[in-house]
C-alpha cells in the first residue's frame, strides 16, 4: 500500500533520526526535562527519555492530525457507534459524566439511567456497609466475592488492591475468575456462608467460567442455608436482565449496564459494585471523579500536550519505526501489583487486532504490543536483566506516587531512588570503558577486566516515561486508568483498528466446548493429531486416577 504522506514523513525521519542517541540529546538541550514534561492536577508525565526530537515529535503530532484524531476523539465521547463490528457506541466516559451534558445514542440520552444505577449501587453498598442489608440468619454481610472474568474480575480485582488502604475495616472482598475449581474452592474455604455476598459479574451472563463458578457458590449457599436464602446473598451485574432471571437471581438485586459499555471498560460501571462495597461510594465516585478529570484533558488538551496521545504517539514510534513490539509497565507501588495484568488486557484485547475499520487485512504495520509488567523492585529481581542487556529494548512506564500510603522509615526513600536510578541506567547506559575503569578501580587484573568489560556494560539508549502522582487516592487512580484507555483508543485509531471488540477470544471457546464432551465420551470431532493424542492421553491419566480413588 503506498504510504500517506506523514508515514512517509516519519519514515525519513526515522532515517534522519534513529542513530541519535538520548544522551546525545540530553547534552544537547539543558532544557529537554523541562519542555517534556507535562503536568497534570497530581500527575506529573516525563516523557524527556525518550527516543525523539522535535522534528520527530511535529512528524507524529501530524500522524494523528493525518487520522483526524480530534474528531475521533469527539466521536466516541458524543456516542458515536465506533465500535464498528459489533455496531455499538463506547460510552465508558459516560459513566464518569457528572456534568448536566446529556449523551445519545440513537436519540435516546442515556444519563438518566448511568445516574439511576449510580443511586441503585450508592444505596445498596452503603446498606450493605452499614448492616441495613444482611445476610439471610441476620448478620452482617462482610466477605464480599466478586465472580466473574476479564473485564468483569480485572478492573474491580486491580482497582480494590490499589485501594486497600480505603477498605472499611470489617470487610474483605475476594476474586473468583478461573474456571480452575481451585480458585473456587480457596475462596469457599475462606468464607462463611452467613456473611458473604456473591456478585455475578458478567456483561453477557453466558461466560462459561462465571456461570459455572456462580452455580457452584450458589449450590454451596444453598446446601448451608436453604433455597431462600439466595436473594440475600446472591446479586448480578449484567447487561443481561433474562438471562439473570433464569440462573434464578431475582432481577430487583440486578445493577444494570449497558452494551455501550465493553467488558474491559466496565470498572466505572455497576461492575464496580465491589469497589463501592470495599472502599465506600463516595471513594468510588472519587475514583469516577478522576478519570472524568482524564478525559476533559483528553477532549480539550492540544495534541501536543494531551498525556494519552504523546503516550500513544510515542508508543507507535516504537512499534512500526524502530519496530519493537514490547512494551513493560512497572509500578513501583505494591497496591498497583495487578496494574500491569489489568492494562494487559486493555491494551492486548483492545489493540491486538489485524483487520482494519475499511475490512483489510493489515500486512504492513504492527498494532498493539505485547504489555507485561510487575511491581517494583521486585521485578528488578526477575525481569530487569533483559532490560537492560537484552538484545532489544523494551519501552517502559515506570508509576510511583512520591508519597507513600505508608510512609515508613526510609522505605520510601529507597522505592523513590531505585525508579529514578533504574530510568537513568536504562537511558545513560555504561561504556566498556567505563565498566573497565571501574574494574581498574577495584583492584582487578588487566587480564580479568578484559573479560569482564563487555559484560559489565550497557547499551543504554533505553527508553522510558516516568509517571508521578502526588499519591495513591481514588481519584488518582482513576486519572491514571482513564489515561491509558485513552492511549488505547489514540492507538486504535491511528493503526486503524475496532479497539472495542474481542473476536480473536471466540475461536478458543469453540472449540473448547467441542473437546468438552470428548474427554468424557472419547474423541469424535476430526482433530490434529496432536490434539487427539493430548485428548486420549488425558483420558487415560484421568481414568486411572478416578479408579484409584474409588
Ligand atoms: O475474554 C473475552 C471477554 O468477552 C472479555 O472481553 C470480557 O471482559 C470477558 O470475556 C467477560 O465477559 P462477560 O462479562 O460477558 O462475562
Not at 188 to 202: G, W
Not at 309 to 335: E, S, T
Amino acid at each position: 500500500m503506498a504510504l500517506s504522506p506523514a508515514v512517509a514523513n516519519l519514515v525519513e525521519e526515522y532515517k534522519r533520526f534513529n542513530k541519535t542517541t538520548m544522551n546525545e540529546l540530553f547534552a544537547l538541550d539543558n532544557n529537554r526535562a523541562e519542555k517534556y514534561t507535562i503536568e497534570f492536577e497530581d500527575l506529573i508525565f516525563d516523557y524527556s527519555k525518550n527516543r525523539f526530537d522535535d522534528k520527530v515529535l511535529s512528524a507524529l503530532i501530524k500522524l494523528a492530525e493525518e487520522h483526524n484524531l480530534k474528531n475521533r476523539i469527539n466521536d466516541m465521547f458524543t456516542g458515536k457507534k465506533i465500535n464498528v463490528t459489533e455496531n455499538r457506541a463506547v460510552l465508558h466516559t459516560a459513566l464518569r459524566n457528572f456534568s448536566d451534558t446529556p449523551i445519545y445514542v440513537d436519540n435516546v440520552d442515556v444519563m438518566p439511567e448511568i445516574r439511576r444505577v449510580r443511586e441503585k449501587m450508592k444505596t445498596f453498598s452503603e446498606a450493605v456497609r452499614n448492616g441495613t442489608f444482611r445476610g439471610f440468619t441476620g448478620k452482617k454481610l462482610t466477605n464480599i466475592v466478586n465472580i466473574g472474568i476479564g473485564g468483569s474480575d480485572l478492573g474491580p480485582y486491580m482497582v480494590t488492591a490499589a485501594l486497600k488502604k480505603y477498605w472499611a475495616k470489617d470487610i474483605k472482598c475476594y476474586f473468583i475468575s478461573n474456571i480452575d475449581g481451585t480458585a473456587c474452592a480457596e475462596v469457599l474455604n475462606e468464607v462463611n456462608p452467613e456473611e458473604t455476598l456473591f456478585i455475578v459479574a458478567s456483561k453477557t451472563f453466558t461466560t462459561i467460567e462465571t456461570l459455572t463458578n456462580a452455580r457452584t457458590c450458589r449450590d454451596w449457599l444453598v446446601k448451608a442455608l436453604g433455597e431462600q436464602a439466595v436473594a440475600n446473598h446472591f446479586v448480578a451485574l449484567s447487561t443481561n436482565t433474562k438471562a439473570v432471571a433464569e440462573f434464578g437471581i431475582n432481577t430487583d438485586n440486578m445493577f444494570e449496564f449497558w452494551d455501550f459499555v465493553g467488558g474491559r471498560y466496565s470498572l466505572w460501571s455497576a461492575i464496580g459494585l465491589s469497589i463501592a462495597l470495599a472502599v465506600g461510594y463516595d471513594n468510588f465516585e472519587a475514583l469516577l471523579k478522576g478519570a472524568e478529570a482524564m478525559d476533559n484533558h483528553f477532549k480539550t488538551a492540544p495534541l501536543d500536550k494531551n498525556i494519552p496521545v504523546i503516550m500513544a504517539l510515542i508508543g507507535i514510534w516504537y512499534n512500526d519505526y524502530y519496530n519493537i513490539h514490547r512494551y513493560g509497565v512497572i509500578p513501583y507501588d505494591q497496591y498497583l501489583k495487578f496494574l500491569p495484568s489489568y492494562l494487559q488486557q486493555l491494551d492486548m484485547e483492545s489493540n491486538g487486532k489485524s483487520v482494519r475499520l475499511d475490512n483489510k487485512k493489515i500486512t504492513d504495520y504492527a498494532t498493539g504490543p505485547a504489555l507485561f509488567g510487575g511491581a517494583g523492585t521486585d521485578v528488578q529481581h526477575s525481569f530487569f536483566q533483559l532490560l537492560h542487556q537484552g538484545t532489544e529494548p523494551v519501552p517502559v512506564d515506570f508509576i510511583i506516587p512520591a508519597v507513600s500510603q505508608n510512609e515508613n522509615g526510609k522505605h520510601h526513600e529507597i522505592l523513590l531512588a531505585n525508579i529514578l536510578a533504574q530510568a537513568e541506567a536504562l537511558m545513560k547506559g555504561k561504556t566498556t570503558d567505563e565498566a573497565a575503569a571501574e574494574l581498574r578501580a577495584a583492584g582487578k587484573d588487566e587480564a580479568t577486566i578484559e573479560k569482564l568489560k563487555l559484560n559489565k556494560s550497557f547499551d543504554g539508549n533505553r527508553p522510558s516515561n516516568m509517571f508521578i502522582i502526588n499519591q495513591l487516592t481514588p481519584y488518582n487512580l482513576g486519572m491514571l486508568i482513564a489515561m491509558y484507555e485513552h492511549k488505547v483508543y489514540t492507538q486504535g485509531v491511528i493503526w486503524e483498528i475496532d479497539s472495542f471488540d474481542q473476536w480473536g477470544v471466540e475461536l478458543g471457546k469453540q472449540l473448547a466446548l467441542k473437546i468438552l464432551p470428548e474427554l468424557e465420551n472419547g474423541v469424535t470431532a476430526n482433530h490434529d493429531s496432536s490434539t487427539t493424542r493430548l485428548i486420549n492421553k488425558v483420558r487415560t491419566i484421568r481414568a486411572k486416577a478416578v479408579t484409584k480413588a474409588a
